[in-house]
T-cell receptor
Framework: AQKITQTQPGMFVQEKEAVTLDCTYDTSDPSYGLFWYKQPSSGEMIFLIYQGSYDQQNATEGRYSLNFQKARKSANLVISASQLGDSAMYFCAMREPSNTGKLIFGQGTTLQVKP | DGGITQSPKYLFRKEGQNVTLSCEQNLNHDAMYWYRQDPGQGLRLIYYSQIVNDFQKGDIAEGYSVSREKKESFPLTVTSAQKNPTAFYLC?????????????FGDGTRLSIL
């Protein structure tokens, strides 16, 4: 069965510094997609970045980048130059190989950015 | 402006009462999903639907029901059989035949017991 594990319940980072949020996954399917979402205290889920299993390069999107290590089955999110508005819960998710579009979510990591 | 609209934002349920949460999307997505989120936890799938008039149970379907009479709409009913309904409910939609397309989410409904 597929599984997503986020081992850091909470993280702190100083404003303007970089931070890495960990995500490991388990799947036997060679084709999969990994997503990161941000959930501010208001509750909405904001899509940040996507990494496909066959992508040759690590995904980047502005200040967000993925450290994708396929052999280790990890897809860690790196946020550079942290801002106060980055304080939120972050979820890693994996798309099921079936064509349902279903996502499996990790437990999330709460990030607090200190001024 | 395309998106997903959930209503109401806050909902209170009395003992023995059924309540219905609304979810409407104008993204022309085939698939729609309902998730439950408890405080400090991840999202758990309640139901999902890939096509009109068809839906499947997710991981925690007991005590919930859905319908999909229109492509744009996927209402969730929290029945009296759901003994612990207090949670944050999120609706999402997606394209299903494209692996790199994310799910798009509404702003959620917070349900509490009176």
């Amino acid at each position: 069965a597929q599984k997503i594990t986020q081992t850091q319940p909470g993280m702190f980072v100083q404003e303007k510094e970089a931070v890495t949020l960990d995500c490991t996954y388990d799947t036997s399917d060679p084709s999969y997609g990994l997503f990161w979402y941000k959930q501010p205290s208001s509750g909405e889920m904001i899509f940040l970045i996507y990494q496909g299993s066959y992508d040759q390069q690590n995904a980047t999107e502005g200040r967000y980048s993925l450290n994708f290590q396929k052999a280790r089955k990890s897809a860690n999110l790196v946020i550079s130059a942290s801002q106060l508005g980055d304080s939120a819960m972050y979820f890693c998710a994996m798309r099921e190989p079936s064509n349902t579009g279903k996502l499996i979510f990790g437990q999330g990591t709460t990030l607090q950015v200190k001024p | 402006d395309g998106g997903i609209t959930q209503s109401p934002k806050y909902l209170f349920r009395k003992e023995g009462q059924n309540v219905t949460l609304s979810c409407e999307q104008n993204l022309n997505h085939d698939a729609m999903y309902w998730y439950r989120q408890d405080p400090g936890q991840g999202l758990r799938l309640i139901y999902y639907s890939q096509i009109v008039n068809d839906f499947q149970k997710g991981d925690i379907a007991e005590g919930y029901s859905v319908s999909r009479e229109k492509k744009e709409s996927f209402p969730l009913t929290v029945t009296s059989a759901q003994k612990n309904p207090t949670a944050f409910y999120l609706c999402a939609s997606s394209i299903i035949n494209s692996h790199n397309q994310p799910q798009h989410f509404g702003d959620g409904t917070r349900l509490s017991i009176l």
